[in-house]
C-alpha cells in the first residue's frame, strides 16, 4: 500500500537488485527499473541457482573474467525482460536496467593512467551499451568517468552517472552529457539519470561534522539532493527533450537503527527516481502509509544557514569519494575471488 502511495505522488520506484526472484516481487510492487553491482552479482552467484549456467561458460573454456562478465549481462538481460514493457509503455522515459562498468578502471593499485581509463570507459560503454534499449551504461563521477561521458552520450549510449555527492560532481557530469548528447543525430531517445548518494552523507557528517545541531545533523544529505535536484529541474526545463533527464536518489537505506526505514524515501517522493534497497521496499510496503509531495520542501532557512556555515563541500567530496572509490572497486575484487572459487568447485563437479 505504501508503496503505491509513494509512486501516486509522482515518484518512479527502482530496485537496488537484480536478483530475478526481487525483481519479480518489486515489480509486482510498482517498480519500474533495477540496477546492478557487483555486491548484486555476488549475492545471486552464491544462492547457488544460475551454477547450470555458470558450468556451460566454464564449458566454453572462458576464464574467470570473462565468467563474471558474462554473468553480469545474463542477469542484466533477464531484468531488462522484465522491464521492458514499461519501457515499451513509457516510449522510453522509464524502465531501465543499469550496467556497471569495469570497477577496477577505479582501483588505486591495479588502475591504469587517467588517459587508458578514459579510453577503456568509452570502448566498455560502447561494448555493453549498444544494442541495448532498455539500458542504461553506469559511469561514476570520478575524473576519468566525467572525461568519458560526452564521447559516450555521442555516441548514443544512454548513461547513469553514479557516485555523485556534490554540486561540483553534478554539474561536470551534466554538461559533458549534454555536449555529447548535441552531436547525436537525433535526441528522441536520449535518456540519462545522475544517481546521488543521499545516506552516505548523513553519516559522514555525523563523523565528520559533529557540531551540527540536532536540527541539521541528519539532514544535510536530503538538503544536498533536493539542491541538486531543483538545478537538475531548472537545467533541463528548456531543452524540450521527449525523455526526461532525472536525478536517481541513491542510497536510500537508513544507516542508523533509530531511524524510520521511510526517513530517505518519504524526504523525496515526489518526483524522479528513487533506487531502493529491497529491504527497504519491504519495510516501506508494510507501514501501510499516505505519502506526498516533499522532494521540493525544504528545512527552515536557519538549518539551512547552518549547514553552509559549518559543512566544507569539498572536503565532503573528497572524503566520500576516496571512500566510495575504495567500495566500487574492493566488491568487484570478491566477486573476482567468487567466481575463482565456483569455477574450480564446478569444475569437480564436472570431473
Not at 538538503?223 to 536518489?249: A, G, T
Request: hydrophobic share 40%; with cysteine; aromatic share 6%.
Amino acid at each position: 500500500m505504501s508503496l503505491q502511495s509513494l509512486i501516486q505522488s509522482g515518484t518512479k520506484l527502482w530496485l537496488d537488485s537484480i536478483d530475478p526472484d526481487l525483481v519479480e516481487r518489486n515489480r509486482a510492487l510498482g517498480a519500474t527499473g533495477a540496477t546492478s553491482n557487483p555486491i548484486i552479482i555476488a549475492d545471486i552467484i552464491n544462492t547457488g541457482r544460475f551454477d547450470a549456467h555458470m558450468r556451460a561458460l566454464i564449458d566454453e573454456r572462458m576464464d574467470d573474467a570473462a565468467i563474471l562478465w558474462e554473468m553480469t549481462d545474463y542477469l542484466v538481460r533477464r531484468a531488462q525482460q522484465v522491464f521492458l514493457p514499461v519501457w515499451e509503455h513509457t516510449r522510453g522515459n522509464d524502465g531501465y536496467v543499469s550496467f556497471e562498468l569495469d570497477p577496477l578502471l577505479e582501483d588505486r593499485e591495479l588502475g591504469p593512467p587517467h588517459a587508458k581509463r578514459v579510453r577503456e570507459y568509452v570502448e566498455l560503454g560502447k561494448h555493453w551499451g549498444r544494442g541495448h534499449v532498455n539500458r542504461l551504461i553506469k559511469i561514476p563521477a570520478t575524473a576519468a568517468g566525467l572525461d568519458a561521458l560526452e564521447e559516450l552520450a555521442a555516441c548514443g549510449i544512454n548513461l547513469n552517472v553514479t557516485l555523485i555527492f556534490s554540486e561540483r560532481q553534478y554539474r561536470s557530469a551534466r554538461d559533458a552529457v549534454w555536449r555529447g548528447a548535441q552531436r547525436r543525430r537525433d535526441l528522441d531517445h536520449f535518456k540519462s539519470v545522475y544517481s546521488i548518494f543521499v545516506s552516505r552523507v548523513d553519516v559522514y557528517t555525523e563523523k565528520q561534522v559533529p557540531e551540527l545541531s540536532p536540527a541539521a545533523q541528519g539532514q544535510v544529505g536530503i538538503v544536498n539532493v533536493k539542491r541538486l535536484w531543483r538545478l537538475n529541474q531548472d537545467f533541463w526545463r528548456d531543452k524540450k527533450l521527449p525523455l526526461q533527464q532525472e536525478i536517481v536518489f541513491a542510497s536510500t537505506g537508513t544507516k542508523k537503527p533509530q531511524d524510520p526505514p521511510d526517513k530517505y524515501v518519504e524526504a523525496l517522493a515526489g518526483s524522479d527516481i528513487q533506487t531502493n534497497p529491497p529491504a527497504t521496499n519491504d519495510a516501506v510496503d508494510g507501514l501501510a502509509k499516505p505519502y506526498t509531495r516533499q522532494v521540493d520542501r525544504l528545512p527552515d532557512p536557519a538549518v539551512l544557514d547552518e549547514i553552509d556555515a559549518k559543512v566544507d563541500v569539498a572536503k565532503l567530496e573528497a572524503v566520500l569519494m576516496d571512500e566510495g572509490t575504495a567500495k566500487f572497486a574492493e566488491p568487484h575484487k570478491s566477486l573476482l575471488q567468487l567466481i575463482a572459487r565456483k569455477h574450480r568447485s564446478l569444475e569437480q563437479e564436472i570431473a
